[in-house]
């Protein structure tokens, strides 16, 4: 079993910040990526930021200088930094996790429940 298990959300004014945390844990081999997605009611799920196990990095343009993806090597964690937040940026987060329970196994692609970022006055 994998699980991930997203935390952090909440609600925040427009300028504030939150920290984003997903944790993997269960049968895992290697993790070779971790990113954070994100849905709006009426929206197409999007990537929020991306991180490889090599710490390259990818961000949405929307979130680009706002947004900042990081990650634990002493845990299977990974977080984002939500600097300068909008109104806009108000959806459920979702944390993916690109997992490979071993050696002969490709990687599969193991999601968290979400975590709702609500931004507003």
């Known amino acids: 079993q994998v699980q991930v298990v997203e935390s952090g959300g909440g609600l925040v004014q427009p300028g504030g910040s939150l920290r984003l945390s997903c944790v993997v844990s269960?049968?895992?081999?290697?993790?070779?990526?971790m990113g954070w997605y994100r849905q709006a009611p009426g929206k197409q799920r999007e990537l929020v930021a991306a991180?490889?196990?090599?710490?390259?990095?990818n961000y949405a343009d929307s979130v680009k200088g706002r947004f900042t993806i990081s990650r634990d090597n002493g845990k299977n964690t990974v977080y984002l930094q939500l600097n300068s937040l909008k109104p806009e940026d108000t959806a459920v987060y979702y944390c993916?996790?690109?997992?490979?329970?071993?050696?002969?196994?490709?990687?599969?692609?193991?999601w968290g429940q979400g975590t709702q970022v609500t931004v507003s006055s």
């Open positions: 269960g049968s895992i081999f290697t993790i070779n990526a």
């Open positions: 991180i490889t196990s090599g710490g390259g990095t």
């Open positions: 993916k996790a690109v997992v490979s329970r071993s050696l002969l196994q490709r990687p599969a692609d193991y």
